[in-house]
């Protein structure tokens, strides 16, 4: 029963998890053309880190890493230093 309980904490979980995903941050929808759109620098940068360091330093293009959003087309430009990438490894 022990386990019963965990799949039960869990599923409650993700069920709240879902919900507040679907649900529109009061922030953004008066941005119009961005609304659609939740990428922030800081969340384009903490994707980056959770990428595999080679992976990482494959997107390195003449000195500094470029991510372009395929959502809303932002650019967010990012060091070596900033990707987490260890120059010269
Ligand atoms: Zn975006």
């Known amino acids: 029963m022990t386990a019963g309980g965990w799949l039960e904490g869990l599923h409650g979980g993700m069920s709240a998890r879902l919900i507040m995903d679907s649900a529109a941050p009061p922030s953004c929808s008066r941005v119009s053309l961005q609304a659609k759109c939740s990428c922030s620098r800081e969340a384009v940068s903490s994707m980056l880190k959770s ?15 470029v991510v372009t959003c395929e959502f809303c087309s932002s650019v967010y430009e990012f060091t070596p230093h ?5 120059e010269g490894a």
């Open 51 to 65: 990428f595999e360091a080679k992976d990482r330093a494959e997107m390195v293009k003449d000195g500094k890493v």
């Open 82 to 86: 900033e990707a987490g990438v260890e």
